[in-house]
Each structure stands twice: as C-alpha cells, then as structure tokens.
C-alpha cells in the first residue's frame, strides 16, 4: 500500500511541475491611466511603460492589478490541479 502512494505521490508531483511551469509562462498585461504593466506568473514584472508626468497613485494602482492579475491566473491553474476544489482565503 505504501509503494501505491508513492506512485501516486510522483504523478502529484509531476502535475505539479507542469503547473508551475505553465503558470511562470502566463503573461498578464494591465493599462491604467496610460501606465502599462506586463507581469508573468512568477510575479515578476516583464514591462513598465510610465508616461511622463503620470502621478505615483496610477503607477501603484497599475501594478497593484496586474498582480491581482496574476494571482488571479495562478489560483485557476491550481484549481485545475485540484480537481475545482476551492482553494483556502489567503493562499494566493
């Protein structure tokens, strides 16, 4: 019984690396008030496009969605891994 949850433990672990590598290939883009945010699923951001004289609060507000963005992107795709299971508040 032991060696059957090992297999299955594997295939778990499996999924989960073909998760994380399609969610770090996720690619979430954000335009608020001229200010454009792309973001990838590892959260890190890929493109800041800032016209000048835009204040800091529209900088913020951009990035602040486009996290929310990739966030968003990444508890789908564990959902997926889940089975649709919801996911406990605060894990994302």
């Not at 060696?3 to 989960?16: H, I, P, S, V, Y």
């Not at 973001?39 to 890190?44: A, I, K, W």
């Not at 529209?58 to 996290?67: E, F, G, H, S």
Request: charged share 25%; proline share 5%; aromatic share 2%.
């Amino acid at each position: 019984m032991v060696f059957g949850n090992l297999g299955k433990m594997a295939e778990l672990m499996k999924q989960a690396k073909a998760m994380k590598d399609e969610m770090s290939k996720a690619r979430y883009e954000v335009e608020v008030g001229g200010v454009k945010v792309v973001m990838n699923g590892d959260m890190e951001i890929l493109e800041l496009r800032v016209p000048p004289g835009t204040g800091e609060n529209v900088i913020k507000d951009a990035v602040n969605r486009a996290l929310k963005a990739a966030k968003d992107g990444a508890a789908k795709s564990l959902q997926k891994l889940t089975g649709g299971m919801p996911l406990p508040p605060g894990l994302m």
